[in-house]
């Protein structure tokens, strides 16, 4: 859209030149009408001195945008000047009606009354008590409506400048509020890829590092534990690798349709369960109330909660044990994680932490992290349902 921009100074003494030539022309033809019947009297014909006034009323106008007011006394005391000499002023009122519609286009509604006013007193008393044809014609009659229809052209101008700026600022607003949203949407997606990498890789490798440390510790002396702990290494890497392929997928198909194969849900409980007992992180897991399925968005959070309590307790609490308790409510699941490990510090600052309390209030939820009544570490998670 193109910007409104107003006419150069070099654009308005050009204009303002024009007009003053034919306010000028336009004064000595009223001096000199060539109708016979529309002669004036002698003594209402100008010397060439008077015609300067004429002039100067012309050439103000070229500072008109930039003093609008000062511009538009000036022209209307020299019209009324010449005026009150007894000359015809026909022409000549033109040049302070342009400085009242500009003052219309760009300045406010009372000040426009109040020069308009000004202006039709002004020049129609002056015209009828010392024009050369007094009450009986001439500009007294003509002037009320060539400066009312002045004011109302520059009043639409003004309101027509208006409505642009007003469309070019919705529209930057616009502009702003498009790039500020893909900016957000670009964060959070950042943000929830960074969540599904550090759950995937943190449990696979908290798995794979615990489970390697046992096959060293036993290779020697019992090398068929050694052997299962390597099995365990090559399924957990597995199945590492193939959320992680998973998740690549999801960002190659931007745009393309939506993936069919499932998010990890509370479905899968039971595999993550049999995974981290596997793990050598002996893992319980309790349900109460109905089971049933939730929203997509709350299967995930459910699941990656639970997936990262664990992932802390494998990596964090060495020989201890677990236990999952989910309550199912009316509308809300209740999640409740809690190892046997020994305290630890605790300052809440671990992007596992964040990660699950971002995820519970990504749904509407909430989450609680922290040191066990009776030790160890207890992860209350709440997720509507």
């Known amino acids: 859209m193109r910007m409104w921009r ?3 100074p070099v654009t308005d003494a050009v204009s303002a030149v024009l007009v003053t030539a034919l306010l000028l022309l336009g004064a000595i033809g009223e001096s000199y009408p060539m109708d016979p019947s529309d002669r004036i009297p002698p003594d209402a014909v100008p010397p060439p001195a008077a015609y300067l006034l004429v002039v100067f009323a012309g050439l103000v106008l070229i ?5 609008p ?12 000047t010449y005026t009150v000499m007894g000359y015809v002023n026909g022409a000549a009122l033109i040049a302070p009606v342009i400085a009242l519609y500009t003052i219309a286009a760009e300045g406010t509604l009372r000040r426009t009354a109040f020069y308009t006013a000004a202006t039709i007193g002004s020049l129609v008393g002056t015209s009828a008590l010392f024009g050369p044809y007094r009450l009986g014609g001439g500009t007294s009659t003509v002037a009320p409506f ?17 409505y642009v700026a007003e469309v070019i600022a919705r529209a930057e607003h616009a502009e702003r509020t498009r790039e500020e949203e ?5 964060d959070a997606e950042r943000l929830r890829i960074a969540r599904e990498l550090h759950d995937v890789v943190a449990h696979t490798m908290a798995t794979i590092n615990v489970q390697a440390a046992a096959a060293g510790h036993v290779l020697d002396e019992q090398p068929a534990q050694a052997a299962e702990a390597l099995r365990f290494i090559k399924s957990a890497s597995k199945e590492g690798l193939r959320e992680l392929r998973a998740i690549l997928t999801v960002l190659r198909q931007c745009d393309e349709a939506e993936p069919t194969q499932p998010a990890p849900g509370l479905a899968q409980l039971d ?11 002996p893992t319980t897991l309790r349900i109460i109330g109905d089971r049933r399925p939730l929203l997509p968005a709350a299967e995930l959070a459910a699941y990656r909660i639970v997936q990262e309590s664990l992932t802390n307790t494998i990596r964090h609490a060495g020989t201890a044990t677990a236990t999952i308790m989910l309550r199912f409510g009316d509308d809300r699941l209740d999640i409740d994680v809690t ?10 600052s671990g992007h596992g932490l964040r990660g699950m309390a971002e995820r519970a209030a990504a749904v509407g939820g909430s989450l609680d992290a922290g040191p066990g009544p009776d030790g160890g570490f207890r992860v209350r998670a709440r997720i509507p349902a």
């Open 6 to 8: 107003l006419p150069t």
């Open 63 to 67: 500072r008109r945008r930039r003093w």
């Open 69 to 80: 007011v000062p511009v538009f006394w000036l022209s209307l005391v020299a019209v009324l």
């Open 146 to 162: 060539v400066i009312a229809a002045s004011v109302f052209l520059g009043l639409a101008v003004a309101n027509r400048r208006a």
């Open 182 to 186: 893909a900016k957000r949407q670009v």
């Open 271 to 281: 595999a993550l369960v049999t995974a981290t007992c596997r793990a050598g992180l």
């Open 339 to 348: 190892d046997t490990g020994p305290a630890m510090p605790f300052n809440g």
